[in-house]
C-alpha cells in the first residue's frame, strides 16, 4: 500500500493550496482518511479527517479555512486551505484508516510566509 500526498509549496499569508493524497495498492476497506501537521518542535496534530460514514471533524484553529473532501472511487482525499496563516506552516500528513491497519504518507511541507 502507499500513500502520497502532493500538493506543498510556499504561500504567502492569506493565500490558497489544495492538498491531495492517494492511496494505491491492495487497500481493505477504507474507514477514515485524515490529514494531519507537524511543525518544527511541536507534536503531529489532527487537521481534518473525513470519516466513511462521510462526516468530517476540524481542528479548532482550521474551522472555516480549511476543507476536507474525499472522492472514494478513487481512494483520495483533498484538503482544501484558504486564509493561510504562518502558524499553518507543517508537514502535511495523510494517513489511510482501515480496519486493522493505518497508514501514513511521506508528508508534503506547507510553508505560509508573512
Known amino acids: 500500500v502507499q500513500v502520497v500526498e502532493s500538493g506543498g509549496g510556499l504561500v504567502q499569508a492569506g493565500g490558497s493550496l489544495r492538498l491531495s493524497c492517494a492511496a494505491s495498492?491492495?487497500?481493505?476497506?477504507?474507514?477514515?482518511m485524515g490529514w494531519y501537521r507537524q511543525a518544527p518542535g511541536k507534536q503531529r496534530e489532527l487537521v481534518a479527517v473525513d470519516t466513511s460514514g462521510g462526516s468530517t471533524d476540524y481542528a479548532d484553529s482550521v474551522k472555516g479555512r480549511f476543507t476536507i473532501s474525499r472522492d472514494n472511487a478513487k481512494n483520495t482525499v483533498y484538503l482544501q486551505m484558504h486564509t493561510l496563516k504562518p502558524e499553518d506552516t507543517a508537514v502535511y500528513y495523510c494517513k489511510v484508516t482501515t480496519g486493522l491497519f493505518v497508514y501514513w504518507g511521506q508528508g508534503t511541507q506547507v510553508t505560509v510566509s508573512s
Open positions: 495498492g491492495i487497500i481493505p476497506s477504507i474507514n477514515a
